[in-house]
């Protein structure tokens, strides 16, 4: 009811002893299905986790990523216990807009691995006549 975001929590107790960025396990697999169709993702920190001092570095995850959705955490006051269970992130679904413009007999898929690209250059341009 009005909330935008699902909810992801951690399956696993996990201390950060430092400032590093930290990889949490959710135990969610993608891709992210709403009615039988596959979106694509907004990974974002839930505004309670901010407040208590626990950075989740936002993600997009692609609507063909099918290995697990993890979670990349960090604090700047460590150390900071997260138990398992936490709902620290949330996800927030995004229909594929790109999908039309992909050109004719270009195959991109992303499947399980993760943090990386599946490549894809978009050029916006302005017209001069809508420059300052």
Known sequence: RGSLGLDLATTVDVTLIDQ??????????????????????????RSSSGIKGLFVLPGLIDSDFTGEISIVAQTLFPPIHIPKGSKIAQLIPIPHLTAEMQKVGQSIECGNVGFGSTGGLVTLTVPMCDRP
């Open 20 to 45: 590093q960025p930290c990889k949490i396990s959710t135990a969610v697999q993608g891709p992210v299905k709403i009615n039988g169709h596959a979106y694509g993702a907004l990974l974002l920190g």
